[in-house]
């Protein structure tokens, strides 16, 4: 079995074409990127419930928190009045019977703490019957794992209304998982509370969970996608993810629901899952994912809802003509103007507010998130209203549209008809206003690993008038809830082969994102994912791994193949082969996806006969049927081997390679 490879470039490869895709599902924001350790830190927090048209909620505020160290010594009541944010209402009011009562919070499972680290605390109190000071503990099975005194010196801002603003820095004076959050009252009396927040002192930018952020920089993301997904809509138009509420202070910003916490409700679980109370705090929210775009070195890819709640779960929508979705539209403008806007504009100015002078460098818009045209739904009206009026007003911003939810539905080929029918007719009428009209339609696909292999070929033959964002793919060997092991090698391995494909007919797919990112163990929702973790540690999938070689490993060009990968994939052996101009590198991405050991022989072409050695980032285990977990975290990883271009290379059974020559 040979390759030929010759030195003939076929496409120029899209600069940033692999990129991620953000969703908070999973708990991937609040309790995972977001390094907020507090659970429910404003007493907002609501329980929801219920079934497709028929969802609810129920306000809980007092979720995740209990009086300390008993009911009986600390009395603790929700009430509103005078709160600290009319955004979020509630605040705590703590009755103190005896010095050191006060309340607890279980931050998810337990605050994790390192010996010597820091914690930065910050947390507004109203002292209404009250003289003394407060303190803030880490409590493991009694003992005191750190502890700071928070006195009227550590106030740093107060307001009209006499809640003070308190930063202290709490020292862990020994390792400790599990421990429970403690704030007393060091005597007896009457205080209130709103956002009690605890940070751990080496967050990235002060807001991102370090080892997590450090995954997704790895990466080397071309763009970041966000914030979803089918939380960009909401199970109800109401529950729809609104950017502007997260643009202000983290305690100003309106708490809301997280659709995930209905998913999997049914009548057997009484319509309420052990999710119920998955909120979103917005303490990640527009700003920070841009920020987070910044620092990782990848373009924002932002996504707008177009007055429609998920089509899945609900049938409400605004009407095109009412103020609703004029108001929608003009989300999508200003968002605009908050990216890139002057600092002397409105959004711009609240930009430079947030701590950002500089703009963002917006380039791409979702306009919509999954949404399909049905006789209810007018989705493609909603698409042409949005396109026309941004690109009247922004006309260098690239729109990506819709396909579906799938690739081999009707909705599918409908929405394609509606793209390339739309296209044709502004080609005949305005040219300039066709070339803007859609950058990319956005594609997903959560298939069995078959499906993949099978399908590696799937966009050589497309029509190459419209481009393509491969926007939500993943193999499932399996799926469901809270199942680490959905993520196998096999999976993996079917995705990096889809992908060789993707490479090839990088004229046509232009971006493409592994869905979804991030999955905490034992809250998450869906199954597979690329980074699992828990409170004190993450690991990565293989399907993680895979994603990694291709962001470190795009080239300039791909290289002309000449059908050869056609044959080859007949022995279950995919590739392609790119070529890097400054450094005048070859680089071959081969999956063997078979049972058997393969020996291939390269044959370059004279330009590179002088290459003598390749190095090889190899994946592959012994049961692909495997991955990795929270106790097993390196079973699965690439390994480098180095050998001579003239003795070829040897693909074990089941293996993924990158090879630079």
């Known amino acids: 079995m040979q390759i030929k490879i010759d030195k003939v470039l076929k496409h120029q490869v899209p600069e940033g074409m692999i990129g991620l895709f953000f969703e908070d599902i999973n708990y991937a924001a609040d309790g995972g990127l977001y390094a907020e350790m507090i659970e429910n830190r404003s007493f907002e927090f609501v329980k929801a419930g219920g079934d497709v048209g028929d969802y609810y909620t129920v306000y809980d505020g007092g979720y995740g928190w209990s009086g300390f160290p008993s009911e009986g010594a600390a009395s603790l009541r929700l009430v509103t009045g005078s709160p600290l944010s009319e955004s979020n209402p509630h605040y705590m009011r703590v009755v103190a019977n005896q010095a050191g009562a006060g309340l607890a919070n279980q931050a998810y499972e337990g605050l994790v703490l390192t010996e010597g680290a820091e914690y930065e605390v910050t947390l507004w109190a109203r002292k209404v019957r009250y003289e003394g000071d407060f303190k803030v503990q880490a409590i493991k099975d009694g003992e005191v794992c750190g502890e700071v005194l928070v006195t009227e010196a550590d106030c740093v801002e107060q307001t009209y209304n006499f809640f003070h603003m308190y930063k202290v820095t709490l020292t862990a004076k020994r390792s400790a998982r599990s421990a429970q959050f403690v704030l007393t009252l060091t005597e007896p009396g009457i205080a ?395 680089v071959l991405k081969i999956v063997n996806g078979s049972d058997c050991e393969h020996r291939l022989q390269l044959v370059l072409d004279e330009a590179w006969r002088a290459k003598e050695d390749y190095a090889m980032e190899l994946l592959t285990y012994e049961d692909p049927k495997l991955g990795n977990t929270i106790d097993a975290p390196e079973r699965v990883t690439p390994v480098v081997v180095e050998g001579k271009v003239a003795e070829g290379i040897t693909l074990p059974a089941g293996s993924f390679a990158v090879v630079k020559m």
């Open 192 to 586: 209130e509370f709103d956002y009690v927040s605890m940070f751990p002192k080496d967050a990235v930018a002060g807001l991102f969970r370090k080892d997590l952020f450090e995954r997704l920089k790895e990466l080397k993301p071309g763009f970041l996608r966000f914030p979803g997904g089918c939380i960009v809509e909401g199970n109800t138009y109401d529950n729809r993810y609104r950017y502007k509420e997260t643009l202000k202070k983290p305690w100003e910003r309106k708490s809301n629901w997280n659709r995930w916490a209905v998913h999997g409700t049914n009548k057997d679980n009484g319509f309420e899952t052990q999710y119920a109370h998955y909120n979103q705090t917005y303490g990640l929210g527009f700003y920070e994912y841009f920020l987070l775009c910044e620092l990782i070195g990848a373009k924002p890819l932002p996504v707008l809802n177009v007055g429609l709640a998920c089509q899945y779960q609900s049938k409400e929508k605004v009407d095109m003509s009412s103020p609703e979705f004029l108001e929608a539209v003009q989300d999508a403008l200003d968002l605009i103007e908050f990216a890139n806007g002057a600092t002397d504009t409105k959004w711009g100015g609240v930009r430079m507010m947030l701590g950002h002078p500089e703009p963002f460098n917006l380039e791409m818009l979702g306009i919509g998130n999954e949404q399909w045209q049905t006789e209810e739904v007018d989705f493609f009206e909603r698409y042409e209203a949005f396109e026309r009026i941004v690109h009247a007003n922004a006309p260098e911003i690239k729109l990506i549209g819709s396909a579906g939810p799938d690739i081999t539905s009707e909705r599918y080929t409908a929405a394609w008809d509606f793209y390339r029918s739309k296209l044709s007719q502004l080609k005949k009428e305005d040219p300039k206003a066709a070339e803007r009209f859609v950058y990319s339609i956005d594609e997903h696909y959560y298939v069995p690993p078959k499906w993949l292999f099978d399908h590696v070929d799937f966009y050589d033959n497309y029509e190459r008038e419209i481009k393509i964002f491969s926007g939500e793919y993943a193999a499932h060997p399996v799926s469901g809830m809270n199942m680490p092991e959905a993520n196998t090698l096999e999976g993996a391995l079917a995705e990096a082969a889809f992908m060789t494909g993707l490479e090839r007919n990088c004229d046509l797919v232009i971006l493409a994102s592994y869905a979804p990112l991030f999955a905490r163990v034992g809250y998450a929702q869906w199954s597979p994912d690329m980074v699992w973790f828990d409170a004190a540690t993450s690991y990565v999938s293989p399907s993680y791994y895979v994603q990694r070689m291709y962001g470190q490993n795009m080239a300039d060009y791909t290289l002309e193949t000449y059908g050869q990968e056609k044959e080859l994939a007949k022995e279950q052996v995919y590739y392609s082969v790119s070529y890097k101009e400054g450094s005048d590198e070859v």
